[in-house]
């Protein structure tokens, strides 16, 4: 689950684990809403992309965990006394959205989508191994371990399902522009403790 098994150019800034630590209210609060988000995200290619077997097979499973994760992560919350919370903006993915390229056909779109999507769930799972390996709580390190192994495979998912639709050399080749994009965002945003990312 290291940063280059999960394609990323650029490893979380150290800092922000133990920022996180001194936030944790927050940071189930955000991680929630990223879950929510997630499984939105799918809903709405479902939805848009009815006609794409393949992604309609490969994701519907992928909602009902994205949507079980925001429920474990409400419990959490509960445990603690605390409660859900406003969804505060999340400049990450508002940054990550701009990489996306508008128009070409609609396969490319799609791919578009996918390999978003695969970008945020890859970054998700490495901020889950960051807590795992060094918060203090331990129900909540077992938590994370248990999310990081759970999400581990879902950016694999998008990048196989983007190779459905258009040549891999394409996909990968704009796979690896979008990284690129992306250690670019990261390295120029604050670390912020209050955030997954």
């Not at 795992?132 to 399902?161: P, R």
Request: aromatic fraction near 8%; charged fraction near 35%; charge should be negative.
């Amino acid at each position: 689950m290291e940063k280059h098994v999960l394609g990323l150019e650029l490893p979380t800034d150290p800092r922000w684990v133990n920022i996180a630590e001194k936030s944790i209210e927050d940071i189930l609060v955000d991680h929630a809403y990223c879950e929510q988000k997630a499984a939105s995200s799918c809903i709405s290619l479902i939805v848009k992309f009815s006609d794409k077997t393949e992604l309609v097979e490969m994701l519907t499973p992928v909602v009902a965990e994205e949507w079980s994760h925001f429920e474990r992560v409400i419990e959490e919350l509960t445990k603690r006394g605390f409660k859900l919370g406003k969804q505060r903006k999340d400049e990450y993915v508002l940054q990550l959205s701009k990489l996306e390229k508008k128009g070409g056909s609609r396969e490319e779109q799609l791919v578009e989508k996918l390999l978003i999507n695969a970008l945020i769930e890859a970054r998700s799972c490495e901020r889950f191994r960051l807590l795992w390996k060094h918060i203090a709580d331990e129900s909540l390190q077992k938590f994370y371990y248990e999310l990081m192994v759970s999400e581990a495979g879902h950016y694999k998912n998008f990048l196989q399902l983007a190779k459905t639709y258009l040549p891999e050399d394409d996909v990968m080749k704009r796979w690896k522009e979008i990284l690129k994009g992306e250690a670019d965002i990261l390295a120029n945003l604050e670390v912020r403790g209050d955030r997954m990312h």
